[in-house]
């Protein structure tokens, strides 16, 4: 059969919006990596479950590829179509299906967005505490197939924290409705975390029930800078032991000036130091916002920190805030090379020296930047393409000193993708972080639940 025989017997079979308009092919057959050229063979928008069912049986029957799309934020190529796959958009499957008030959960589609959920489960009094800075696009969806994590995983862990229960369509085309909004359920293997981190490799994700929790109470913010990254980890236990920590978060100097960009407003604390923190506490009284200043006194006296300033309303916490939020965005004019890297988060200080150091070596005429959730271990390395510098020459440039990373990485037992997948960028080093042994197995588990290869082929692995 021929593309266009497949897209018209499509056409004929499945009764969804089809596009094969060039822009849209363009748009969504990748995401926020700019790597590779999109090449897919359409895109189709179901709007239900059933609409899904129907879409894996036409792929199963007419060896049809389907990359699942969700708002198309990622950064590791997963949402990526370049071998004209059948792109499944979530964007019309984007309701809350219902609220339980007892169980404080909420049944939604996979292609409401990530803020959407956060502004619902404020309407009801209630917090979904997932959050980053591209929450305004990123889908339960493609949350929940990447496990994404954010700057609240100190305190509330990861996506799959929240998920209760999912609906999903296998790739053999099986609906499964997983773990059904139950807190406890112990009948054996859990198939509803195996398609959390699945990045669309077993099937499609239509459904989810998310588990809300109490509103945090008022909380204050703490921009610090550091001569040195050793302080780190010694400011977050100062914190940590006598205060709850809603995030702590990190970034290099080199990330400064391109924010202070961005924004068009000065760092309010001196602008030459190497490193800064974040550090957002919880506050509900004067008697937590006193330990804080004591602490940050203490850590400025004794030469821990060198400067820093305490948040003393919502205005100048939101503002603070956006030193560190801004961060991905502001570099986004840049064509930027990543990684996202994690060890235990006692080994950040070693971890980020040595890390510096490869960079320093390799890279020594480009814009390198480190920043992230240090709290969890987690830190981004950026590097940005000169303007003028060829783009094939700087990915394979990149590439290559991607092996002396992750055999850093590899010596902390570390991971090569902290939250981002693997996708199709970080594939070639997967063995850095998982053994041959695992991935066997990995591979074993796609082919149960998707025993023709349709689902996201050539992601993970
Ligand atoms: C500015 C910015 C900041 C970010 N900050 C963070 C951060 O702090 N923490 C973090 O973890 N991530 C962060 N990200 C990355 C990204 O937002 C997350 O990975 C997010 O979870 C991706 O969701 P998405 O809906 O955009 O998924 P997409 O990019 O569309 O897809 C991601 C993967 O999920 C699969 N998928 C999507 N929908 C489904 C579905 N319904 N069923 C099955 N598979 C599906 C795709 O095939 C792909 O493999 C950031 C990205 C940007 C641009």
């Known amino acids: 059969m021929t593309t266009s025989d497949v897209i018209s017997k499509l056409k004929s079979e499945i009764n969804c919006n089809i596009s094969t308009e060039k822009s849209d092919l363009e748009t969504y057959g990748t995401d926020?990596?700019?790597?590779?050229?999109?090449?897919?063979?359409?895109?189709?928008?179901?709007?239900?479950i059933e609409d899904v069912k129907n879409i894996v049986s036409f792929a199963n029957k007419n060896k049809v590829s389907l990359t699942p799309s969700g708002g198309r934020t990622g950064l590791s190529?997963?949402?990526?179509?370049?071998?004209?796959?059948?792109?499944?958009?979530?964007?019309?499957?984007?309701?809350?299906?219902?609220?339980?008030?007892?169980?404080?959960?909420l049944e939604v589609q996979a292609g409401i967005t990530t803020k959407e959920i956060q502004d619902y489960a404020k309407e009801k009094g209630l917090f979904y505490p997932v959050d980053f800075s591209s929450a305004g696009s990123s889908q339960i969806g493609g949350n929940i197939a990447t496990n994404a994590g954010g700057i609240r995983v100190i305190r509330y862990g990861l996506t799959r924290q929240w998920i209760k229960g999912l609906k999903v369509v296998t790739g053999k085309g099986d609906i499964l409705e997983l773990n059904k909004g139950l807190t406890k359920n112990a009948t054996g293997y859990d198939l509803m975390n195996l398609f959390i981190g699945s990045e669309g490799t077993l099937g499609l994700i239509a459904e989810a029930t998310i588990q809300l929790t109490t509103q945090p109470k008022d909380s204050s913010v703490i921009l610090i800078g550091l001569k040195n990254i050793e302080?780190?980890?010694?400011?977050?236990?100062?914190?940590?032991?006598k205060l709850t920590l809603n995030a702590f978060e990190f970034f290099s100097h080199s990330a400064?000036?391109?924010?202070?960009?961005?924004?068009?407003?000065?760092?309010?604390?001196?602008?030459?130091?190497?490193?800064?923190?974040?550090?957002?506490?919880?506050?509900?009284?004067?008697?937590?916002?006193?330990?804080?200043?004591?602490?940050?006194?203490?850590?400025?006296?004794?030469?821990?920190?060198?400067?820093?300033?305490?948040?003393?309303n919502p205005s100048q916490y939101r503002e603070l805030w956006s030193f560190r939020e801004n961060i991905t965005e502001a570099i986004s004019v840049f064509l930027t090379y990543k990684n996202d890297i994690s060890v235990r988060t006692s080994q950040i200080p070693d971890f980020i020296n040595d890390i510096s150091a490869i960079l320093n070596n390799e890279y020594p005429d480009f814009d390198t930047i480190l920043f992230g959730h240090i709290g969890d271990g987690n830190i981004h390395v950026s590097i940005l393409k000169p303007h003028d510098f060829d783009k094939e020459k700087f990915l394979n440039l990149c590439r290559g000193v991607n092996t002396k990373i992750f055999e850093t990485v590899a010596k902390y037992d570390g991971s090569i993708s902290a939250e981002h997948g693997v996708g199709l960028i970080k594939k070639p080093y997967l063995t850095y972080t998982r053994s041959e042994a695992e991935i066997e197995l990995m591979k074993g588990i796609k082919k149960v639940f998707d025993p023709n290869g349709i689902m996201n082929p050539g992601k993970i692995f």
Not at 32 to 48: G, S
Not at 231 to 241: A, C, D, G, M
Request: hydrophobic residues 40%.
């Open 32 to 48: 926020w990596t700019r790597e590779f050229n999109p090449d897919p063979l359409a895109v189709i928008f179901p709007k239900t």
């Open 77 to 105: 190529a997963g949402a990526v179509a370049k071998n004209g796959e059948l792109v499944v958009s979530f964007e019309k499957m984007n309701k809350v299906l219902s609220f339980n008030k007892a169980d404080r959960t």
């Open 231 to 241: 302080n780190s980890i010694k400011v977050l236990e100062l914190f940590r032991e």
């Open 256 to 312: 400064v000036k391109h924010v202070v960009k961005k924004l068009e407003r000065n760092i309010p604390v001196c602008d030459t130091l190497p490193y800064y923190l974040l550090v957002d506490i919880e506050t509900p009284s004067d008697n937590e916002i006193e330990i804080a200043s004591e602490i940050y006194t203490n850590a400025f006296e004794t030469g821990l920190i060198e400067d820093g300033v305490i948040s003393q």
